[in-house]
């Protein structure tokens, strides 16, 4: 059973270009997103979290929407770089010590010169 | 100085074999964890504990224990190695419960012959 869903798996954007990337949760006592960005042979590390009390939150050129009612969040990628070449995670946990974090299948995002 | 290390960064063993992994922290964090990442680079939670308690404990199997000397360390035992316990293994720490930034470990490549 997943409880997040994220697409796309996998994502080719121009440098410069906007990066998408969507997922959406079923569980609505979930209170935390967070975005982890993995590097090949690395571990993941976090980029950019939300909690539900907030619409948008941007840091540079990263930026979460996110739709309580819809139960949906995104990332967006601004003047997308080579250096964000990685796998991106949305995950969403109802938090506090008992809660865990449930990951998204992941995107590889390649962003090509 | 790293923040979460891991040893082995590699670990090559026969099925049947029983193999550990070692995780210490330098952060003071209350919280670690043990996450397993498959072929797929799905990434799921394993086993977390705070203050030397486990308090998350996901349906892996009982041939994986986790072992806590001290706050700083978290160390997987794995008993009776599987084909399918080929993956990547991380551990991550992070401040007070779960839904505080985790900071994750490089990760120990196990591959099952």
């Known amino acids: 059973q997943q409880q997040v869903k994220q697409s796309p798996q996998s994502l080719i954007v121009q440098k410069g270009g906007i990066s998408i990337i969507n997922c959406a949760y079923e569980?609505?006592?979930?209170?935390?997103f967070p975005w982890y960005q993995q590097f090949p042979g690395k571990g993941p590390a976090l980029l950019i979290a939300?909690?539900?009390?907030?619409s948008e939150k941007k840091e540079g050129r990263f930026t979460i929407s996110f739709n309580k009612s819809a139960k949906q969040f995104s990332l967006h990628i601004m003047d997308s770089q080579p250096g964000d070449s990685a796998t991106y995670f949305c995950a969403a946990s109802k938090g506090g010590s008992q809660g865990n974090l449930i990951f998204g299948k992941g995107t590889k995002l390649s962003v090509k010169p | 100085d790293t923040a979460v290390s891991q040893t082995p960064k590699y670990l090559v063993t026969q099925m049947g074999n029983d193999k550990s992994i070692k995780c210490e922290q330098n952060?003071?964090?209350?919280?670690m964890y043990w996450y397993k990442q498959d072929s797929k680079k799905f990434l799921k939670i394993m086993f977390s504990y705070n203050n030397k308690e486990l308090i998350i404990n996901e349906t892996v199997p009982n041939r994986f224990s986790p072992k806590s000397p001290d706050k700083a360390h978290l160390n997987l035992h794995i008993n009776s190695l599987e084909l399918g316990d080929s993956a990547v293994y991380f551990c991550?720490?992070?401040?007070?419960?779960?839904?505080?930034?985790?900071?994750f470990g490089p990760g120990t490549r196990l591959l099952v012959l």
């Open positions: 939300i909690r539900p009390d907030v």
């Open positions: 952060l003071g964090h209350d919280t």
């Open positions: 991550a720490s992070s401040q007070t419960g779960v839904s505080e930034t985790q900071y």
């Open positions: 569980n609505t006592a979930f209170d935390y």
